[in-house]
């Protein structure tokens, strides 16, 4: 078996993932949401506008001053002016970082020197407010505040203002435009603004601008929508005006793909497909910190930031995962879903929960209050493992099938297809199937008593039970099937199979997943051998879930691992790491599991309802920097031995580090 995996040019690389969004048809989620409070970052509570530098360095503009953030912490600057910071844009071409804030602009060069360019204003200039905003075009920087446009080419600075005063300014596309107190829209050109005579709304303020094929939208603070083109302004998206309505929008971004974000100030953001029309609405319910959300800016991972009235949110809408939980009405830790053509079941700490097809809320099966598990198909009737045993599911209904010492799943028996055997918290319980194709409980399997959460039968009938806790077990069935021949597996140094044994069926073939690595029963001799591929690629370290998806998908988690390995032909796979290891502590680490039977993907079960994933919408490139290296610290001379500037010039040449002698511990500060 053959394996391709993906290697970077750098000991370190940082993996990206493609920027469009995915389909989760039937499941409506929630994107995975990082949130940083002012405790984190130690600034003020609001936060107004983003930058992002050529290093990955994402910078805030903060109440209380400009947060930098490098992927691992953060940290503050002029925070001791007593101004407020407002407007941020990072020229790359001249590696400054321009701000605007109150009565205040200029810009940060190489370790956060700071030149000011409003001091150099003539004093008939000086009289302005905020600077709400920052563009950059064709090596100028626009300084947009309510009293004019102070135009900065790298050496002097002029003036853009109206008689009767200006409020937000947008860069579309390559050009400024800018409004009137009134709402009247200009374009500016060189020194002079231009009137758009086609606009309908006077007296309406615009909070955003976007271009969307031969036309432009006009989004207003009042949530008015209009379609703009040189016949005139039309009223268009009535769907995304009627949830806009009295929510007051404070700015509006064009993702890369084909939505729209829009920030409001009482009920979050809303992410609107222009092509397809979807609406989403990310809420606090949904994991912000708070509903009223000032800005976004989409850094170069796609990510999206929310600068918030109480904090910063980071939001991964690109990621192939949706959390689902509260908003389909489902309570308690997952284990596992079925997606069936009348809808999905899910089994829950709480019980049964079933969602009708088409629907947006599920609905709980009675009788099925306590822990549910495995769920499974037998002559096509769908059964699922309870606390108290074994329940037939037909639509919004849950009929017991039998009590026993608790089950986790049930499978047809190939090699005696009439019966099918559960494991239970206590061994197995034997089943047959009736005339009427549905289980019927016969007994519990005699000789062996361990709890059998993970069993499979091999190619000539005998049954493997990996016990978690005490190691691997054979068992030789009797021809009734009602006895069982009990071989304990020993383990060995080698061969640590003595405890955390979880055992899967991938193309027939028996997986052991160990906290050594990856085994396989070879089924011709009853032999434990390495699964040699795997085995070197996954290395030496604990498995805690192996399992095989509809579309051949070879889902993994480990110590230090979390991905898939695809296949691309019978004996060939390529290893692709998952966006899921950032959530790892999010899954259900009491009884991990991930669910492969649903048409779009898979679900991991999670400490609170599921992980909808999607393994297709997961495309891995290597990102074109490598880590960097900002700082090399000499612990024992409590010395900086290499530092890089945040707005310094870059060089691809390598440089000498020199490290003095007796130097015996060194850190490496690293973005």
Not at 141 to 152: K, L, P
Not at 222 to 238: D, I, P, Q, R, W
Not at 264 to 289: M, V
Request: with cysteine; hydrophobic share 35%.
């Amino acid at each position: 078996m053959n394996f391709i995996s993906f290697f970077s040019r750098y000991s370190l690389c940082v993996i990206l993932f493609s920027i469009s969004a995915i389909k989760t048809d039937g499941y409506p989620g929630k994107y995975p949401i990082e949130n940083f409070t002012p405790k984190d970052y130690k600034a003020g509570i609001q936060n107004i506008d983003f930058a992002q530098n050529r290093d990955m360095s994402v910078f805030v503009a903060n109440n209380l001053g400009v947060l930098s953030f490098n992927g691992n912490s953060w940290k503050k600057y002029a925070y001791k002016s007593g101004k407020k910071q407002r407007s941020l844009a990072f020229d790359k071409h001249s590696d400054r970082l321009y701000v605007g804030s109150q009565g205040e602009f200029g810009y940060f060069f190489e370790d956060w020197k700071y030149v000011s360019i409003s001091d150099d204003l003539p004093s008939e200039l000086k009289d302005f407010d905020e600077v709400w905003d920052v563009f950059l075009i064709n090596s100028k920087a626009y300084f947009c505040t309510f009293q004019g446009i102070y135009v900065f080419d790298g050496q002097k600075t002029s003036l853009i203002s109206h008689e009767r005063g200006l409020d937000r300014s947008f860069l579309v596309g390559g050009k400024l435009f800018t409004q009137n107190t009134q709402g009247n829209l200009f374009e500016v050109r060189g020194n002079e603004l231009l009137p758009i005579p086609s606009q309908n709304r006077q007296n309406q303020i615009i909070a955003g601008i976007i271009a969307e094929g031969q036309t432009t939208l006009l989004f207003y603070n009042s949530g008015k929508v209009e379609s703009l083109s040189s016949f005139g302004g039309n009223a268009k998206y009535n769907e995304l005006i009627n949830s806009l309505k009295g929510k007051y929008v404070n700015h509006v971004l064009k993702l890369s793909d084909t939505r729209v974000v829009i920030s409001t100030q009482t009920s979050g953001l809303f992410l609107y497909d222009l092509q397809t029309g979807n609406l989403e609405n990310i809420t606090i319910q949904d994991g912000l910190l708070s509903n009223a959300c000032l800005r976004t800016f989409q850094d170069y991972s796609g990510k999206l930031w929310v600068g918030m009235q109480n904090g910063i949110a980071l939001i991964n809408i690109n990621a192939p995962m949706r959390f689902i939980n509260n908003e389909i009405s489902l309570q308690g830790s997952g284990y596992e879903a079925y997606e069936d053509p009348s809808g999905t079941y899910f089994t829950t700490s709480n019980g049964i929960y079933f969602l009708p097809k088409g629907e947006t809320n599920s609905i709980f099966l009675p009788g099925t209050e306590g822990p549910a598990y495995g769920l499974h198909k037998i002559a096509d009737k769908l059964y699922a493992g309870h606390h108290t045993g074994l329940f037939l599911l037909e639509g919004n209904q849950a009929y017991r099938v039998a009590e026993t010492d608790g089950l986790w799943k049930i499978k047809q028996l190939e090699s005696n297809p009439e019966f099918a055997i559960a494991g239970t918290y206590s061994g197995l319980f034997l089943f047959r199937i009736d005339p009427n194709f549905e289980l019927q409980p016969i007994q519990k399997i005699n000789g062996f008593e361990e709890s059998s959460r993970f069993f499979e039968e091999d190619q000539n009938g005998k049954i493997w039970v990996g016990q978690f806790y005490k190691g691997l077990f054979q068992l030789d069935l009797t021809e009734d099937l009602k006895n069982a021949k009990v071989t304990k597996i020993p383990g060995s140094e080698e061969l640590p199979i003595n405890d955390q044994i979880i055992i899967s069926k991938i193309d027939n073939e028996l997986f052991l997943a160990t906290r050594e690595g990856l085994y396989k029963i070879d089924q011709g001799n009853d032999r434990i051998v390495k699964a040699e591929n795997f085995y070197e690629f996954i290395g030496k370290q604990p498995i805690y879930l192996l399992k095989q998806d509809s579309k051949k998908n070879i889902h993994i988690v480990a110590e230090n691992l979390v991905g898939f390995f695809r296949r691309i032909s019978p004996d060939n796979y390529v290893f692709v790491p998952s966006s899921l290891f950032q959530l790892r502590y999010s899954f259900n680490n009491d009884l991990l599991n991930v669910s492969p039977n649903t048409k779009n993907g898979v679900l991991f079960n999670a400490n609170e309802g599921f992980i909808h994933y999607i393994p297709d919408a997961e495309d891995p490139v290597n990102i074109q920097n490598p880590l960097l290296v900002n700082e090399v610290f000499s612990v024992t001379r409590d010395s900086v031995l290499f530092y890089t500037r945040p707005f310094g010039p870059k060089t691809d040449i390598s440089e000498n580090l020199i490290i003095p002698q007796n130097t015996k511990v060194i850190q490496f500060h690293i973005e």
